[in-house]
């Protein structure tokens, strides 16, 4: 074969390759995927003895030849939230007049897409070329499986233009390669998967990059996260697609609520005829200076939800109820069943919630119950199908004792929950130990499930502080630990003990306080020692905590057992680091209720950040309770209602000097 004929030939094969996973992607494939193994052999071999001939487009650089060893964790340079869900038109509709009320608008456009049920990923190109892929993982750090996303056909690895870029995307495998995947699995006498959102992420996680691209993964991309100049979601996807990513057809721009309506009544019927799963309608306003001026909560974007089709439901036999123990030491009764088909997964287990709940379904031992399997992960009973017969019903009783520990439970008042108050009690010990490791606490990811559980036993650690105590020579003779990984464990140990204090506060589990409040918590006293003398008057001042929260603080830091427990921690070793604690300057808002309204020349959450700092309290609507109403232009219902109660209007320059320290009010 002369030269000329070989760089014809690696054309061809080129074109071709290309052409079929084009026509793969549409689910209109010509050739067998034996047929289509040939071609890509073919020119494996060509591009192996003539490597000076490789085309830089080559279909194989999607490819990895060695097998890869791990994926290592990288963290999101802007945090992959989840989605607040609504599960009936009326949750959509209060969540619509919500934003129309914060945004003081009487109505906001919206794009409507399809939820599609996979693995969300984002995607970091610089200077046009693929550099990483990454999984939502916890929403802060992921998996980097670049290797795996470059063997996605209808992903582009190289951009026409040269510019750096983060996209959002969802990689899903289509119905038809589902098929064929369990169709070889069970030729080969492998186990097969339950549903394609399954075999999805077993496959994005699989170190043989040869075998993920023989599965076909394909991605829809569905937001930019960073590098767009655009003034819309919209404009952003359209623009996405002229640089040639793959954006889902189906999407579209809907400037009223009927076209809403519309939208999610139509893919309501009609999602069962895709070639791909989805759970439903995600609904994001489309001005991208209305997501900022929305906001975020702590989870999951103001101005996004995710509207969910009417849950699968499946009858089935209550059989027992099992009461699982928290680590707050909350008793919560799940439901075991005879197994039962739901969404493509088996179900045996459904939460209760708790004993209100069995008590309102009227529930008992024996009856064929109703279960619901919608946007939670954990199925639930919601309603009685058929009561059991009289000689076969068993009541279900609320315990009097923790299963674990046989300790009398007991009830806050206030509170709907039943609580073992033993503090020693091994179940609610191992759930503690369990959240104070875990990636969004203390991060000590050489502690599991598994190696918590020997610890336990051998009654080699009895607290969180036990754990900063242990040697090597006291984890040799676990299971499956050796020299080495007893090192690693200790030493991850070690380095997690000088972690942020908002990282500390939120691992020590306290009733009430997730990563928010113990963030604010931080932010607001700077030390462990400033936080412990707060009174619960004082805690329930500070904005955004109230008496709940206040009162379990407080609980919690003047019980003798905290006391202990901190003191142990002090003994071995553990520092949390400090936050310096910005006094308010004095100024003209230190301790006033402000509310924002109109548009200002910043974003909202600089200026709420910015006031939140100079001491000021930030509210979201006007009352006679308010201080002052910062309004920007095309202020709208919140001003009008400031005038009528008299209630004093600032621009943002006054805003900027009374900050600054001046008390000039021109």
């Not at 991060?443 to 036993?457: H, S, Y």
């Not at 009654?459 to 969180?464: F, G, T, Y």
């Amino acid at each position: 074969m002369t030269q000329a004929s070989t760089v014809q030939r690696m054309q061809e094969l080129t074109e071709l390759i290309h052409g079929h996973n084009a026509r793969y992607y549409l689910s209109i494939p010509t050739i067998s995927d034996e047929s289509f193994d040939a071609l890509v052999r073919e020119l494996a071999q060509l591009e192996a003895s003539y490597p000076e001939l490789r085309d830089p487009s080559s279909p194989l650089l999607r490819i990895t030849a060695t097998p890869l060893s791990t994926f290592p964790s990288r963290s999101h340079r802007i945090p992959m939230l989840s989605l607040g869900n609504a599960y009936s038109l009326e949750e959509v509709v209060n969540w619509d007049t919500s934003l129309r009320r914060l945004l003081e608008v009487p109505q906001v456009e919206y794009v409507g897409e399809l939820k599609i049920d996979g693995l969300a990923v984002s995607l970091i190109y610089e200077r046009g070329r693929l550099e990483a892929g990454v999984t939502r993982g916890d929403g802060q750090v992921g998996d980097e499986v670049t290797p795996n996303l470059l063997t996605i056909t209808n992903l582009p690895l190289q951009l026409p233009e040269p510019i750096n870029l983060e996209v959002r995307g969802e990689v899903y495998l289509p119905h038809l390669s589902f098929e064929k995947l369990n169709a070889r699995r069970q030729a080969e006498g492998e186990p097969l998967f339950k549903n394609p959102r399954n075999a999805a992420a077993g496959t994005l996680r699989l170190l043989d990059t040869a075998e993920v691209r023989r599965r076909r993964l394909q991605i829809l991309i569905y937001a930019v996260a960073q590098g767009s100049n655009k003034t819309s979601h919209y404009a952003n996807l359209q623009w996405l697609g002229e640089l040639g990513f793959p954006i889902n057809p189906a999407t579209r721009l809907l400037p009223d609520w009927d076209s809403v309506k519309n939208f999610l009544e139509h893919w309501e019927s009609e999602r069962r005829h895709l070639d791909y799963d989805v759970d439903g309608i995600v609904l994001k306003a489309n001005s991208l200076e209305d997501q900022a001026a929305l906001g975020m909560t702590a989870k999951s974007p103001r101005w996004a939800v995710a509207f969910k089709f009417t849950a699968e439901q499946a009858v089935s036999t209550l059989r027992e109820i099992e009461i699982g123990v928290g680590r707050t030491g909350v008793l919560t009764p799940v439901a075991l069943l005879d197994p039962v088909e739901l969404n493509g997964t088996t179900v045996s287990r459904a939460t209760l919630h708790n004993y209100d709940q069995i008590e309102r379904l009227q529930l008992c031992l024996g009856d064929q119950v109703l279960v619901e399997k919608g946007g939670e992960i954990i199925p639930k009973i919601v309603a009685v199908h058929l009561p059991a017969p009289v000689s076969e019903s068993r009541p279900i009783d609320r315990p009097t004792a923790c299963p674990a520990c046989d300790s009398l439970v007991i009830q806050y008042p206030g509170e709907i929950d039943w609580r073992c108050p033993n503090p020693k009690c091994l179940a609610q010990l191992q759930e503690r130990l369990l959240h104070f490791v875990s990636r969004r606490a203390m991060d000590i990811d050489a502690v599991g499930p598994a190696l918590l559980d020997q610890l336990l036993n051998r009654q080699l650690v009895r607290s969180a502080a036990d754990l900063y105590r242990l040697k090597i020579e006291d984890l040799t003779p676990l299971e499956r630990m050796g020299l080495k990984s007893a090192q690693n464990v200790v030493l991850a140990i070690g380095q997690s003990r000088q972690r942020p204090l908002p990282r500390f506060l939120h691992a020590l589990g306290i009733p009430h306080v997730g990563e928010k409040t113990a963030q604010l918590l931080a932010r607001k006293y700077g030390s462990l020692e400033t936080l412990q003398q707060a009174d619960q008057e004082e805690l329930a001042a500070i904005h955004e905590i109230g008496p709940v929260i206040a009162e379990s603080v407080a609980r919690y830091f003047r019980s003798t057992e905290t006391k202990a427990l901190l003191q142990e921690f002090w003994e071995a070793g553990v520092r949390p680091q400090e936050l310096q604690v910005q006094q308010a300057p004095d100024s003209l808002l230190k301790e006033k209720t402000v509310v924002l309204t109109g548009t200002l020349s910043e974003p909202r959450d600089v200026w709420k950040q910015r006031l939140e700092d100079a001491g000021a309290r930030i509210s979201g609507s006007v009352s006679k309770k308010t201080d002052y109403v910062l309004a920007g232009e095309k202020a709208g219902s919140k001003l009008e209602k400031a005038e009528k109660l008299k209630v004093p209007v600032i621009s943002e320059d006054q805003a900027r000097n009374w900050l600054s320290g001046s008390s000039n009010n021109e």
